[in-house]
């Protein structure tokens, strides 16, 4: 399977930046799949947030880091396991400071 690709945006601070996507917006109904978790290593705290629209059947990953700082793959999956097991595979391999690193807003990760 090809690598997935992501991008990286610091959210804005703020009530909707505190939560899930699935409390974002009252007119869309998004479904967080029982796999969403956070994973602390290294003294560094993540949450993995994988989510969907209700009509959509690609699952999308979000890791959002501390600092409120948000990267999102571009390609949904086709399973919420499969978008966990990408977000293990991103920290196991590229470390977990990957996600917390100072990237400017919307570049694309190498």
Same mark, same amino acid.
Not at 60 to 65: G, I, P, Q, S
Not at 73 to 94: C, Q
């Given at each position: ?18 939560? %899930? ?9 998004? !479904?967080? %799949?029982?796999? =969403?978790?956070? !994973? ?6 993540? =949450? !993995? ?20 700082? %948000? ?24 470390? !977990? ?8 807003? %919307?570049?694309?990760?190498?």
């Amino acid at each position: 399977m090809k690598p997935a690709t992501a991008s990286r945006a610091l959210l804005t601070p703020g009530p909707a930046s505190c939560q %899930s996507p699935a409390v974002m917006d009252d007119d869309y109904e998004i !479904i967080n %799949s029982p796999l =969403e978790t956070k !994973i602390t290593r290294d003294g560094i705290t993540v =949450e !993995i947030f994988i989510y969907r629209g209700a009509a959509e059947t690609g699952w999308l990953l979000e890791v959002r880091d501390h600092e409120g700082g %948000s990267t999102v793959w571009d390609d949904p999956f086709e399973t919420d396991r499969a978008a966990y097991d990408e977000a293990m595979r991103a920290i196991d391999e590229d470390g !977990i400071g990957s996600f917390v690193e100072a990237v400017g807003i %919307s570049q694309p990760l190498p």
